[in-house]
């Protein structure tokens, strides 16, 4: 069976390389399906006759390589052609008899998958790459620098019993208002230049935090005038999402709850979702793309995540001073108030049953917590937005409210 997988990979390989020397009309050919299949063959063979000491594997990998060493010094003579990329894929082909023995077969698939992949994509890569700016890995770099060093070395520890947040949560607070922005930077740029990214980044913003994507997509309007409909499209997009992630915390963690709020969440997702249709289908489609490719101030946003941290601590603190005051009893003004700031804590601690309340009660609770954060996020979009968005939000949120205040009083 190893063997068969082995000759049909190689073979694979070989028919691809076969055919992008076709389509290019390359002369500096490192032979084709056949060759590939023989040389994936033989570092097959080889492995096997002595998987212990490799000594005959790793004879036939130096022969290979003078092979190539050859072929590589008469190609740069003779065609002035300096790649390597075939000679990458030689290399790999004769290590697929080894990896069959020792990595499970899905590696295996996942290793043929990447090389079929990659060299069928050269030629978008070469387009991709003409569009990347002077200035784009660096970048690049600050955003990894913020998400992959500083925050995993901060304390997940709350700075004290009256001040229950942690470094951790709030520089977490900073990443994920950059790495929004950033994201819908990059979609803009590189996928959807005239301006549907916005979307892309309203529905993948609202899965983590729709009030998030609220400011930074609010911030973007001011760059990007003659967009302001796609962009309140999406901030309404992203709090659909809201909707929809608060249903899933309810099931994952509390059945009762999510029971009775299915027809709620789900009426104003499907509500939130109509309404940020019609605002992208009739709101207006101008075309900035020039602004949204070449003209971008600020790609991560860092002043406004910093601003938006800091007031998540302001409003953590305050929700703790209610909750230590209120107790119970105050659990309705609670959830007006924690809307302000990020609702999951709050949800999450309601649903795995902290409080010992009636489901009626909790349930009520969630609406008001969401109803409330979106209050707030209208006033953040119409602070941080243009002009020409004010009108945009002021329907789709005002619309959502008001069926959201129906649900819970009526």
């Known amino acids: 069976m190893n063997f068969v997988l082995v000759t049909l990979f190689s073979l694979i390989i070989g028919l691809e390389q076969r055919r992008q020397h076709q389509e290019t009309g390359e002369e500096s050919q490192f032979g ?21 000491t490799l000594f005959p594997y790793l004879t036939g990998l ?16 003779f065609f002035k052609d300096f790649g390597v990329t ?20 899905w590696f295996v698939v996942m290793v043929v998958t990447t090389i079929l992949i990659l060299v069928e994509l050269k030629p978008r890569f070469e387009t991709l790459s003409l569009r990347f700016e002077k200035d784009e890995f660096i970048l690049l770099a600050k955003f990894l620098i913020m998400a992959g060093i500083v925050l995993p070395l901060l304390s997940d520890q709350v700075i004290s019993p009256e001040i229950p947040i942690s470094p951790y949560k709030v520089w977490l607070a900073v990443v994920v208002i950059s790495g929004i922005s950033y994201l819908s930077y990059l979609i803009q740029k590189f996928f959807f230049p005239a301006g549907a990214g916005m979307l892309i980044t309203g529905l993948l913003g609202g899965l983590y935090s729709s009030t998030a994507t609220t400011v930074v997509l609010a911030r973007k309007s001011k760059d ?22 608060v249903l899933v915390l309810a099931f994952i963690f509390n059945r009762s709850v999510a029971d009775s709020l299915l027809i709620p969440l789900s009426s104003l997702s499907l509500l939130t979702f109509v309404i940020s249709w019609l605002i992208y289908k009739f709101g207006g ?20 995540a910093v601003l938006f941290a800091v007031l998540f601590v302001v409003f953590a603190l305050l929700t703790q001073y209610v909750m230590g005051h209120f107790g119970k009893k105050g659990l309705e003004v609670l959830s007006w108030i924690v809307g302000i700031t990020d609702i999951d804590p709050f949800l999450l601690s309601l649903f795995t049953g902290k409080y010992h309340l009636s489901v009626e009660v909790l349930s009520k609770a969630t609406l008001i917590a969401v109803t409330s954060n979106n209050f707030i996020k209208l006033a953040y979009g119409l602070f941080w937005g243009n002009r020409n968005i004010y009108k945009f939000l002021l329907i789709g949120f005002v619309s959502v409210i008001v069926v959201s205040l129906l649900f819970i009083f009526v």
């Open 224 to 245: 990007h005038v003659l967009l302001s409909g796609q962009i309140a499209a999406a901030i309404l997009l992203a709090t659909g999402m809201m909707f929809l992630r």
């Open 32 to 52: 084709s399906d056949r060759t590939f299949t023989f040389i994936g063959i033989l570092g097959f063979i080889l492995y096997l006759l002595s998987p212990q």
């Open 285 to 304: 489609k101008g075309h900035d793309a020039s602004k949204a490719e070449n003209h971008v101030k600020n790609p991560l946003e860092f002043k406004t």
């Open 86 to 105: 075939t000679i990458m894929v030689v290399l790999i082909v004769y290590g697929l008899g080894p990896l069959l023995y020792l990595k499970p077969l």
């Open 62 to 77: 130096l022969a290979l390589t003078v092979f190539l060493a050859i072929f590589y010094v008469k190609k740069i003579a």
